[in-house]
């Protein structure tokens, strides 16, 4: 599947802001399972320095210092992706969530793809035993990794309420769990917070899904910002497995991957420091247009508004 | 036999006469080995002319020997911050009097097998960081890497700027029952220890000096003269800066880092100090930005970068990890070096070093199993009840170690099986760990000698003539006798560490004259936010100093029968009242309640204890740059003002106070401007000085004469202004308006004027960095220029309500213009979208 993507963030300030600095991710970059073959990225206003580089877990990230004052900040992104189906597979196949456990002990790789580094606590994901002891139900002893961990995510999206009102983007997993509501992020943490209490290997992962069904489909939850999924490491043989706690989905085609790793921080779309002061506004305008297949008629949809007219609060729910 | 030998012996049975008496009680604990006798109680002969010495000059002598040591720290300003202290206050280092004496022998032993695991632990971070081949080939598991909050991720691939990832290693060690001494916990983070550890050696060698110099104590100048030799060499630009950064004044051990900066020649550098452009650093100064190649970090890695690293630090510089990442600083250590101390390193490193090095290790670690792998969790579990059991990657583990490390055999049920549970399902969080009992050292409690555990902390530094261990270290001595490692918390007392040698010490590398540290002048432009603190301590001594002048004047006046007083008294409480200084609610007429509360309220934000409070925060920023007597007054000020009030307090005693406190801070002013070479920081504190006497003399001068005005409330403006005696002296007549505001406001060779004031203001700004002769003046420049011109242009009878109202405004702006060009400005700092808030 083909997807052209584009995205434009504003940010708005009360009162103009002189200095800044900021790392930007958001560019999505070829990866096992999609390629992209063009990519994009302007800001505004003119950085005074600009440096582009990956991250330790592969994600592109710019880092941008401002000396112009400004009063809005604008990252405008585009970038075409393609993404293979998941491989199919039997999630009652595979080793046992004890023995992913030991295997993730014994690993002799350190690489960004290897899942030691996602079995601990990291700065928005602090272990808790009642997210720990309600997981536990899905992972009798010896039942497979990959069954626990989907029959897991079902449990989420059966018993957690879609609320983009109950939560914001600093919510810790632990509140949206009391509440049994709160939005895509919320749920990959609650969902990632399980599996490492018991020890088990989860990253976060932000990415996109399509903005309009396939014909006869329901449009998904998330389509309209940036979304954020859990990946699930189940023993050498099967890998890591998109696990989408928010629409029940085993990740195939309808995602596109933005950004991977240890939980929300280390993916988040900016980071920054500024000087100034004042309410921050931020408006976030996302579209993912599947290309058609090869020699079928082309229909184009127009890209998003340059300026996003629609000026949400400052904090962006992301899925 | 020989006559020399005779002669030795001779001595030895003297000594060990002498040390007899000394010895006779002193009880080494059962099953531990102990430093002072052998396991027959035989004094061990090294520590002979030690004992013998202090027997000769008797249990009075050494006690006053030791309490002048113990006020020479106290006098230094050697302080610890204890965070939990209710005050948040500072305490005084306790110092365990007696050296830990090391001969040479076991010294070089020690030495070798530091410098040993120094480079093992250099591999190990480059093998890490870089090529990953520990890892690959199974020596170091991988998940015991990735779970160390000091694995860096952002640095993984980056060489360290000069190619070492470790310029400074300290290493916590005890000697176990057998003698063999054992590595407790190695440090690669940033050391503390080595600033306390010089200044106990000042302490005791200046207490004992015959005796160090007799006993061959080896210095300890030359280590840190080549620790400063190996970090200059790294200056990339030539300009020769050398910063070390602190978290500041709030941090435990602050006093170290100021006091290492000023020894070693350092600038001292908090985060805000700091900015980084095109991927070099510099150091906002007075003078513009200047560059700085080396940092010596006192931060923790996480917090240096809130960008890259910790979000959530205000500690950092924005962008100093790309900038290390560009080549463009060093730091020491490096960033991410902090992972050798994951307690888990422990059970690795004794088949990595043999493996990196080709050799084993001389000094071992303590026997440490990781619970992350089957076969060595289940070793855990078995022998649970024997082994201490900790943290694998930091020194506390939330929910199940809040307080560190446990041994097994002291947990409740409870508690113990809900350990158990942990490590069958997370056994990579935890350790299990052999227990270690620690040797034991003399205290000096009184003429009496007591065994008490030690952990003795040990420093390396890399030197252009590589590892260099400093011969010495700092030794931390346990009040109670239990000499289990593991209930050894902070506290306890510290002990200097003489290694001594087999003949005289070379007297090249001699520190200079006891109490003199090796006096190096600040390199460099003044960093903005230390100039920032030295002209508002300017302003707050100065406005002290004035509030106790002001009370001075009105306690007693009242008793007096000098007609005017009355008034004057009441104008001049009304000044204090809208300052804060002065309780609102209370008649004018209680002058000496005013006093009282003026000196003791902490409610009253113009009152002393809150303006003390607020010097003595600023001087705490630069006390690198202030002298230790000029700190300890301020804080004698603050101990003072915190006396309690007599219930009925007599006007006497409110002047006898009043007297007292004014005398503390001419000491202040006088330390301060005698100690201080004229530099930028002096400029910047009299800057602070001479606006706020400025404003407050137009003010008084306002406040008291009117159209008309009494000969006693000119005297009271004279008393205030200090100036009763120049008047006297110059005029043979009782006081009048135009004479005595001359000399109040005009007259430029009465330090107390407010033209004086003026010139001196226009003066320091002449000789400021920002200021260039040939470029158009600055706003601060011309307001000086304009308040000058109008000392000038009137008479003193011509300064009425409008225009003093005038010369303060001025004065008020003059002091923000110097704010706006060489402070740092403190607008909030906020992180867009507060992701997390």
């Known amino acids: ?319 | 036999m020989a006559g020399g030998s005779e002669l030795q012996a001779l001595t030895r049975r003297f000594e060990t006469e002498a040390a007899e008496s000394l010895l006779s009680g002193y009880r080494p604990l059962p099953g531990v080995h102990d430093e002072l006798v052998d396991a027959d109680g035989k004094l061990r002969p090294h520590w002979g002319p030690l004992l013998a010495a202090l027997a000769e000059m008797g249990v009075e002598e050494v006690n006053r020997l030791f309490t002048a040591a113990d006020r020479y720290l106290y006098r230094s300003g050697v302080f610890y911050r204890v965070y939990d202290d209710a005050g948040g206050g500072e305490r005084p280092w306790p110092l365990a009097h007696l050296p830990l004496l090391i001969d040479e022998g076991e010294w070089q032993a020690l030495s070798r097998g530091l410098i040993q695991r120094a480079q093992m632990l250099e591999s190990v971070l480059a093998d890490i960081y870089g090529d990953g081949e520990l890892v690959r080939s199974g020596a170091l598991p991988a998940a015991a890497v990735a779970g160390s909050p000091e694995f860096l991720r952002p640095l993984v691939g980056v060489d360290p700027h000069g190619g070492s990832f470790l310029r400074l290693y300290a290493a916590d060690l005890g000697r176990g029952p057998d003698g063999r001494w054992w590595v407790l916990q190695d440090r690669t983070q940033s050391p503390s220890g080595a600033g306390y550890a010089l200044e106990n050696r000042i302490a005791i060698s200046r207490s004992l000096p015959d005796l160090s110099r007799s006993m061959n104590v080896v210095r300890l100048a030359g280590y840190f003269q080549g620790l400063r030799a190996g970090l200059t060499r790294l200056d990339l630009s030539g300009e020769g800066r050398v910063g070390l950064l602190t978290p500041g004044p709030l941090n435990e051990t602050y006093f170290e880092h100021a006091y290492l900066a000023r020894y070693l020649g350092f600038v001292l550098l908090e985060g805000e100090d700091l900015t980084v452009r095109d991927n070099a650093v510099y150091v906002r100064t007075v003078a513009g930005l200047k560059r700085v190649d080396v940092l010596m970090r006192r931060l923790d890695a996480d917090f240096v970068d809130p960008l890259e690293l910790n979000p959530r630090s205000h500690l950092g510089v924005p962008g100093l990890v790309q900038a290390i990442r560009a080549g463009g600083v060093a730091l020491a250590n490096a960033l991410g070096a902090g992972l050798i101390e994951a307690p888990l390193m422990m059970s690795f490193l004794p088949k990595i070093g043999p493996r990196v090095l080709g050799e084993d290790l001389a000094l071992p670690n303590v026997a440490t199993w990781w619970c992350g792998q089957k076969a060595e969790r289940e070793r855990v579990l078995d022998e649970f009840d024997d082994l201490v059991i900790a943290p694998a990657f930091a020194r506390t583990l939330p929910g199940l170690l809040d307080d560190g490390p446990v041994i097994g055999a002291d947990l409740k049920p409870a508690r113990r099986e809900a350990i158990i549970k942990a490590i069958r399902t997370r056994g990579v969080d935890f350790i299990g760990q052999e227990t270690v009992r620690l040797s034991t050292m003399p205290l000096w409690r009184d003429g009496q000698l007591e065994p008490r555990p030690f952990i003795l902390r040990l420093f390396v530094a890399a030197t252009e003539k590589g590892w260099q261990v400093m011969p010495g270290g700092f030794c931390r001595v346990s009040d109670s006798v239990d000499s289990r490692a593991v209930t050894m918390q902070r506290g306890g007392r510290s002990a200097d560490v003489w290694v001594l040698g087999s003949g005289p010490v070379d007297q090249t590398t001699l520190l200079p004259a006891p109490g003199a540290a090796e006096v190096r002048r600040q390199i460099g432009p003044l960093p903005s936010r230390a100039a920032d603190n030295f002209f508002w301590l300017g302003r707050y001594v100065e406005r002290a100093e004035l509030t106790l002048r002001l009370l001075r004047t009105l306690v007693g006046r009242l008793s007096s029968t000098i007609e005017g007083d009355t008034a004057s008294v009441a104008k001049l409480t009304q000044l204090l009242q809208s300052w804060g200084a002065v309780p609102a609610d209370l008649a004018y007429t209680h002058t000496t309640r005013h006093a009282f509360a003026a000196l003791s309220r902490r409610d009253l934000a113009g009152a002393l204890p809150s303006i003390v409070e607020a010097a003595r925060q600023t001087a705490s920023v630069i006390r690198d740059r202030l002298s230790p007597d000029a700190w300890r007054t301020l804080a004698d000020m603050a101990l003072m003002l915190a006396e309690p009030v007599p219930a009925k307090g007599a006007e006497a005693e409110a002047h006898e106070r009043l007297e007292r406190s004014l005398r503390a801070l001419s000491a202040f002013s006088g330390l301060a401007s005698e100690n201080m070479n004229r530099q930028a920081g002096w400029r910047f504190l009299d800057l602070g000085r001479r606006i706020e006497r400025g404003i407050s003399t137009a003010r008084l001068a306002r406040t008291l004469v009117g159209e008309t005005v009494s000969a006693a409330t000119l005297d009271v403006l004279l008393e205030l202004c200090d100036s009763q005696i120049t008047y006297r002296s110059r005029y043979v007549m009782t006081e009048s308006r135009a004479p005595v505001l001359d000399l109040v406001l005009l007259d430029p060779v009465n330090p107390r004027s407010l033209a004086y004031q003026i010139d001196a203001i226009a003066e320091h700004l002449d000789q400021l960095p920002g200021h260039h002769g040939d470029e158009p003046p600055l706003p601060e420049e011309r307001l000086a220029a304009r308040l000058l011109a109008s000392m000038k242009a009137f008479s003193a009878n011509e300064f009425d309500d409008a225009r003093l109202t005038e010369v303060e405004g001025q004065l008020m702006e003059l002091s923000n213009d110097i704010a706006e060009h060489y402070f740092i400005h403190r607008s909030p700092v906020e992180t867009p979208w507060d992701l997390l808030a």
């Open chain 1, 1 to 319: 599947m083909k997807y052209d993507i584009h995205q434009t963030t504003a940010y708005l300030y009360a009162s103009p802001v002189p200095v800044a600095r900021h790392i930007v991710r958001m560019v999505p970059v070829s990866r096992p399972g999609q390629r992209v073959t063009d990519s994009h990225i302007s800001v505004d206003p003119e950085p005074a320095e600009w440096v582009q580089t990956r991250d330790f877990f592969g994600n592109q990230v710019a880092h941008i210092r401002l000396e112009t004052a400004h009063t809005r900040f604008t990252v405008r992104t585009s970038a075409r992706v393609e993404v293979d189906p998941s491989p199919e597979c039997d999630p009652a196949s595979g080793p046992s969530w004890e023995e992913v456990r030991e295997a993730v002990g014994d690993s002799e790789d350190l690489s960004p793809l290897s899942p030691v580094h996602h079995i601990y606590p990291s700065p928005a994901v602090a272990l808790k035993t009642p997210i720990t002891d309600w997981t536990r139900k899905s992972f009798p002893a010896g039942r497979p990794m990959l069954a626990a961990s989907i029959e897991l995510m079902r449990r989420i999206y059966a018993d957690f309420a879609y609320d983009s009102r109950a939560t914001d983007v600093s919510t810790p997993a632990i509140e949206a769990f009391e509440m049994r509501r709160g939005v895509c992020q919320d749920f990959a943490h609650i969902m990632i917070t399980g599996l490492r209490g018991l020890g088990l290997p989860a990253a976060y992962v932000s990415g996109f899904l399509r903005t309009e069904p396939p014909p006869g489909k329901e449009r998904l939850q998330g389509a309209d910002a940036t979304h954020a999924w859990v990946s699930v490491w189940c023993g050498e043989q099967i890998g890591w497995v998109g696990l989408d706690p928010t629409n029940a989905l085993v990740v195939s085609t309808d995602h596109v991957v933005l950004a991977v790793g240890r939980d929300y921080t280390d993916v988040a779309p900016i980071g920054g420091v500024l000087v100034g002061s004042g309410r921050q506004k931020l408006s976030v305008a996302v579209d993912v247009i599947p290309m058609p297949e090869e020699g079928a008629p082309a229909k184009l949809r127009p890209a998003p508004a340059d300026e996003a007219d629609a000026v949400d609060d400052a904090t962006e729910n992301p899925g």
